[in-house]
């Protein structure tokens, strides 16, 4: 019985990682190197519209100013990154992980990871 156990347990998974698979390939049918050139091209162009500046800003954690490690700029562009995790990955589920800071240096593109609150000064 524990032979037959395990068998359907292999199916079972096969059943689930196969169509995850083919779902994957399908996306990158649908976005060609065209189509992400167009989209990142449109990007940039918004990006310009709304002014969006590339001298960065400072910023403080904990009441400290941050300083990049590499080479102690103080100019970052914030962003925020998913901590993913394998289970709620494997669902599609990626939205419900927690999240970090980053700051990403101006100068040298170093990136600073943060779990707490980081506002700007």
């Known amino acids: 019985t524990n032979l037959w156990m395990a068998v359907f347990a292999d199916t079972g998974a096969s059943l689930i990682v196969i169509?995850?698979?083919m779902r994957l390939m399908r996306v990158k049918e649908i976005y060609g190197k065209e189509e992400l050139?167009?989209?990142?091209?449109?990007?940039?162009?918004?990006?310009?519209?709304?002014?969006?500046?590339?001298?960065?800003?400072?910023?403080?954690?904990?009441?400290?100013?941050?300083?990049?490690?590499?080479?102690?700029?103080?100019?970052?562009?914030?962003e925020k990154a998913l901590l993913n995790s394998r289970v709620l990955a494997f669902f599609d589920l990626d939205w419900l992980d927690a999240s970090a800071v980053t700051l990403i240096c101006k100068r040298y593109g170093y990136i600073h990871w943060f779990s707490g609150e980081v506002t700007e000064i």
């Open 19 to 21: 169509p995850n698979g």
């Open 37 to 78: 050139k167009r989209l990142r091209k449109e990007g940039e162009e918004k990006a310009k519209e709304i002014g969006v500046d590339k001298i960065g800003r400072e910023y403080k954690a904990n009441e400290i100013q941050v300083k990049c490690n590499h080479c102690k700029h103080t100019k970052f562009q914030l």
